[in-house]
């Protein structure tokens, strides 16, 4: 069973950048697709971006152009690098292997406000 701790989170003003990491437990790390995926408040959990093993990425059309998904396999970890920042991304982040339905971690808040 995959493990996942997502870090990085924060308060930030609109525009700013944050960094987010999530680093997985379980060597089906390596193995599976992983996504990022957020949860806006009265909202449901969508996915925000995603990264193939072979490091390939897509991403939902909000995001494009200012969110960047990579992973370090040797580490077990997948990265978010979040530029220009807005109100609406404000949300909690989380990431998981693509397709799996549970074992979901904690989060991480991010807070876009001024």
């Known amino acids: 069973q995959v493990q996942l701790v997502e870090s990085g989170g924060g308060l930030v003003q609109p525009g700013g950048s944050l960094r987010l990491s999530c680093a997985a437990s379980?060597?089906?790390?390596?193995?599976?697709?992983m996504g990022w995926y957020r949860r806006a408040p009265g909202k449901q959990r969508e996915w925000v971006a995603v990264?193939?093993?072979?490091?390939?990425?897509n991403y939902v059309d909000s995001v494009k152009g200012r969110f960047t998904i990579s992973r370090d396999n040797a580490k077990n970890t997948v990265y978010l690098q979040m530029n220009s920042l807005k109100p609406e991304d404000t949300a909690v982040y989380y990431c998981?292997?693509?397709?799996?339905?549970?074992?979901w971690g904690q989060g991480t808040q991010v807070t876009v406000s001024s």
């Open positions: 998981n292997v693509v397709g799996r339905a549970s074992g």
């Open positions: 379980g060597s089906i790390f390596s193995a599976n697709a």
């Open positions: 990264i193939t093993t072979g490091g390939s990425t």
